[in-house]
C-alpha cells in the first residue's frame, strides 16, 4: 500500500491533493516548499497562513512528513466525534474534497491511522476480490478476538481453515427447506406482531417493534425459548439484544476498533459487544440444549447445533454458544433494521405500500386468506421492496475483506500486500447514481429486472462471494412476512415525528437512524 500511495502521490500533478479519511478530508502536501513550512506546523496551519484561500479553512486537515500521515485538529469536537465510520465508506467512494484529482480512478489508498486501507470504486475488481480472487481475501479484516470463546465462534469473525470448516457445517442450517420447517416459528412470531397492532394502533417506533418481532423469531429458532417481547414489559432477551448495538460511547469506540485496529482488540482483549449479555445468551442456549431429549426432533438451529455436538470442531458447548449467538446477533439487528426501514418508506410513499397491499391481498385470496410460506414466495413485488430498502439502507456500510495472499491488481502494477485491509464501500455503489438514477429515491421498480452482475458488482447488500450472508433466505423472509402480517390489516402513515429523511447514527458501525423512526398504524377498515 504504501507502494500504491507513492504512485498515487507520482501521477497528481497538483502540489497537493485530497483524501477522505473517515467522512473528513484529509489534505496531503506534495510540494517541498509547503512541507518546510509545515515544520512550524501548529502555528502555521492552525493560523491559515500557509494556504487562506483553501482548505485550511477546514476543521483539520493532514499531511505528510516523509512517509508519516500527521493528522491536525482544528475543531475541538472532533476528538469526540470520530467514530463515523460508515459515513467516510461513501465520502470516499463519491467525491472528492478537491474536484480535480484522483478518486475518478477505480480505487484509492489511505491510512487510518497507521494502517493502509484499500478502498475499491470499481464493479469489476469489487467482484474479483469476492468472487473470482477469493483465495486472495478469505478473511475480513475486523478482529477475530483470541481472548474469547464465545466470540471466537462467531463465523463473521473467523479466519481461513477455521472458517472455512465452520461455514461448511453451518450451510446445512440454512436451506429452503431447512427455512419451511422453521416457518411455523417466524408465523407464529407474525401474529404476535399483528395481534399487539390490533391493541396499540397509532404512533410507534417501528424499529422498536421490528426488534421485538425479530427477537422473537430468533429466540424461537436459535435458542429454543420464546421471550414474549410483546407481551411482556421489559422482556430480558430483548433487553440484553439490545445492548448488542446501542449507540453508546462503548459499542460504538470498540466496535469500531474492531474493523479499523484489530491489533489493538487483541491487545487488549476488548469484548465485541458487552460480556453480561454474551453470558445470558449463551447460559439460555445451553439451558435448552441440555433440556433436549435426543431423539425429539424441532426442525430448528439447535437441532443441528446439536448434530455438531458430535463432532469436530464443535465439541465443546461455549463453543456451540459462540455458533447460537451469532445467528442471534447477526440475524436480529439486520432483519430488524429492513423491516423498520420498508415501514419508514411505505409510510413516505404511498403508491408504494398500496400496490404492495393490493399484492398481498391478491395472494392470500388464493390461499383462504392464509399467511403461508408459499404466499409469501408469491409475494414478488414485495421482493422488490425489500431490494430496494437494502440498497438504500443496506445495514453494513461496507464489506470488508483482508488480503491474505499478495495480489496485483489486473491490468494495473499495483500490488495489494498480505495483510492490507480491503474496503468495498457498499453503500457508495448502491447509491452511485450512475447505477441508480436519482439514489435517494425510494423505487422498488428498479429491480423488475434483474441486476447484471456479469461486468462487476455494483449491488451487494447480502455480500458476495463464498463469505456472502447465509442468512439471506431467512432474513428475508423473516422481513417479508413481518410487513405482509401488518399490511394487510393496517395503514401505514407518516406522524408528527416521523422523520423527513433519515441521518445514521455515528456512533454504530451499522446504518442506524439517529433518530426514532415514529410512525402511525392505523387499521383499516
Ligand atoms: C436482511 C437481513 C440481512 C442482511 C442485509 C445481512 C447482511 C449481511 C452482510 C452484508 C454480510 C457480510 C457478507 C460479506 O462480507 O460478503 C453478512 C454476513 C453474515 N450474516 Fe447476514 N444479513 C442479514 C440477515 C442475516 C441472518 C438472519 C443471519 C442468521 C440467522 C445472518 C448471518 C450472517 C453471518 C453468520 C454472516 C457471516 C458469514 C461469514 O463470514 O461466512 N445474516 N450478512
Not at 473467523?158 to 446445512?172: E, G, I, M, N, Y
Not at 391493541?199 to 425479530?214: F, R
Not at 462503548?250 to 453470558?279: A, E
Request: hydrophobic share 40%; net charge neutral; with cysteine.
Amino acid at each position: 500500500m504504501a507502494e500504491w500511495l507513492r504512485d498515487y502521490y507520482n501521477t497528481v500533478q497538483e502540489k497537493f491533493f485530497g483524501l477522505y479519511v473517515f467522512d473528513e478530508p484529509f489534505f496531503v502536501v506534495k510540494d517541498p516548499e509547503i512541507a518546510k513550512n509545515g515544520n512550524s506546523l501548529p502555528s502555521k496551519f492552525y493560523s491559515n497562513s500557509l494556504f487562506s484561500n483553501n482548505t485550511v479553512q477546514e476543521k483539520f486537515l493532514g499531511l505528510y512528513v516523509f512517509d508519516e500521515p500527521f493528522f491536525i485538529v482544528k475543531d475541538p469536537k472532533i476528538a469526540k466525534n470520530f467514530l463515523l465510520l460508515q459515513l467516510f465508506t461513501r465520502k470516499f467512494y463519491s467525491n472528492s474534497p478537491f474536484s480535480n484529482n484522483t478518486v475518478q480512478e477505480k480505487f484509492l489508498g489511505l491510512y487510518v491511522f497507521d494502517e493502509p486501507f484499500f478502498v475499491v470504486k470499481d464493479p469489476e475488481i469489487a467482484k474479483n476480490i469476492t468472487i473470482r480472487d477469493f483465495q486472495h481475501f478469505t478473511d475480513r479484516q475486523v478482529s477475530g478476538p483470541s481472548h474469547d470463546v464465545l466470540q471466537q465462534n462467531f463465523l463473521f469473525f473467523q479466519k481461513s481453515d477455521v472458517w472455512k470448516s465452520a461455514r461448511t457445517k453451518v450451510t446445512p442450517a440454512f436451506t429452503a427447506g431447512k427455512m419451511k420447517a422453521m416457518y411455523h416459528l417466524i408465523d407464529a412470531s407474525g401474529r404476535d406482531l399483528s395481534r399487539w397492532l390490533e391493541t396499540n394502533a397509532g404512533p410507534v417506533e417501528a424499529k422498536e417493534l421490528a426488534a421485538k418481532y425479530s427477537t422473537n423469531v430468533i429466540a424461537k429458532c436459535a435458542f429454543g425459548i420464546d421471550p414474549e417481547c410483546f407481551v411482556r414489559a421489559k422482556p430480558m432477551f430483548r433487553e440484553m439484544g439490545r445492548r448488542f448495538f446501542d449507540f453508546s460511547w462503548r459499542n460504538g469506540f470498540c466496535q469500531t476498533l474492531y474493523f479499523l485496529k484489530p491489533r489493538w482488540v487483541d491487545r487488549l482483549k476488548i469484548d465485541f459487544v458487552d460480556g453480561t449479555s454474551l453470558k445470558y445468551f449463551a447460559g439460555v442456549f445451553l439451558d435448552t440444549l441440555n433440556s433436549r431429549v435426543d431423539d425429539v426432533k424441532h426442525n430448528d438451529f439447535i437441532d443441528l447445533l446439536k448434530e455438531l455436538r458430535k463432532k469436530e470442531p464443535f465439541n465443546d458447548d461455549q463453543k456451540l454458544a459462540g455458533v447460537a449467538i451469532q445467528i442471534f446477533m447477526a440475524g436480529f439487528e439486520p432483519t430488524a433494521s429492513t423491516i423498520a426501514f420498508t415501514m419508514y418508506e411505505f409510510s413516505l410513499n404511498k403508491e408504494v405500500q398500496d400496490k404492495a397491499r393490493e399484492e398481498v391481498l391478491g395472494v392470500l385470496e388464493k390461499y383462504n386468506g392464509e399467511i403461508t410460506y408459499e404466499a409469501a414466495k408469491d409475494c414478488t413485488y414485495l421482493d422488490m421492496c425489500m431490494k430496494e430498502t437494502i440498497r438504500k439502507y443496506p445495514v453494513l456500510p461496507f464489506l470488508d475483506r483482508a488480503c491474505t495472499e499478495n495480489y496485483k491488481v489486473p491490468g494495473t502494477d499495483v500490488l495489494i500486500e498480505k495483510g492490507t485491509a480491503v474496503i468495498i464501500p457498499m453503500y457508495g455503489f448502491q447509491m452511485d447514481e450512475q447505477y441508480f438514477p436519482d439514489p435517494y429515491k425510494y423505487d422498488p421498480e428498479r429491480f423488475r429486472e434483474k441486476i447484471d452482475s456479469d461486468k462487476g458488482l455494483i449491488y451487494m447488500p447480502f455480500g458476495e462471494g463464498p463469505r456472502i450472508c447465509p442468512g439471506e433466505r431467512f432474513g428475508l423472509l423473516t422481513a417479508k412476512l413481518a410487513i405482509m402480517y401488518t399490511i394487510r390489516k393496517f395503514e401505514i402513515e407518516k406522524c408528527e415525528r416521523t422523520p423527513e429523511r433519515v441521518e445514521f447514527e455515528p456512533k454504530s458501525f451499522l446504518f442506524q437512524s439517529k433518530v426514532g423512526l415514529y410512525i402511525n398504524f392505523k387499521t383499516l377498515n
